[in-house]
């Protein structure tokens, strides 16, 4: 679920905080860059883990601030693909139903990838899987806030880094700006079509 990767950066330190160990600097401005950010192609990073190596600093003119190229490990979120993970049902919709594990809420199990026969009751908007069974059908349902295992099955990075203005996007309407705006960065998308996944109320002895 966690893994730590090895990045570089020039971090920028002002002026203000050369009293300070210039580690502890360096430390706090690599989480406040980095910290619950995602990274494109790498994951959600999570906190600085170390700093292997600091090269020598420089000051450029007109600015009185310290510019040091630091290489350093960082703890970050990115499940590997069939990880089986835990999490709470968040909400349920048309395309699927949607998971939290806490500190990141952007999973989506799609409706191909729940247990079948499976529908989406819209009074209630919650998926249902129909289980057979020897004396008929029973409904269960996949209701907000259960805990429920899943499989990592696939993941999307997209691009959300500001591009400048062009002339084709000049023509494109506000709404469709604003869809692009609201675009998750990374997604997951979860199964739970074998047995032994879904809901843990499902496979736990009364």
Not at 99 to 121: C, M, N, R, Y
Not at 126 to 143: F, I, Q, R
Not at 155 to 176: H, L, M
Request: hydrophobic share 35%; charged share 25%; aromatic share 12%.
């Amino acid at each position: 679920m966690f893994v730590l990767v090895e990045m570089t950066d020039t971090v920028r330190i002002p002026p203000w905080q050369f009293e300070r160990k210039l580690n502890e600097s360096i430390a706090e401005e690599l989480n406040k860059k980095l910290a619950n950010k995602v990274v494109y192609n790498v994951g959600l990073c999570i906190c600085l883990y170390d700093i292997t190596k600091l090269e020598d600093s420089y000051i450029f003119p007109g600015d009185g601030a310290s510019h040091t190229k630091v290489h350093f490990r960082y703890v970050v979120f990115h499940p590997f693909l069939d990880e089986i993970l835990i999490g709470q049902i968040k909400s349920c919709s048309q395309d699927g139903v949607h998971v939290s594990i806490g500190f990141f809420d952007d999973i989506v199990i799609p409706p191909e990838s729940l247990q079948q026969p499976a529908k989406f009751d819209e009074a209630e908007q919650v998926w249902v899987w129909e289980y057979e069974t020897e004396e008929g059908a029973h409904d269960l349902y996949m209701d907000i806030g259960e805990e429920i295992r899943f499989r990592v099955v696939d993941e999307t990075f997209v691009d959300t880094s500001p591009t400048g203005p062009s002339s084709a996007e000049a023509s494109t309407s506000n709404t469709t700006e604003e869809v692009q705006k609201k675009e998750a960065p990374y997604t997951l998308v979860g199964s739970i079509s074998e047995p032994g996944l879904g809901l843990l109320s499902w496979w736990t002895n009364s």
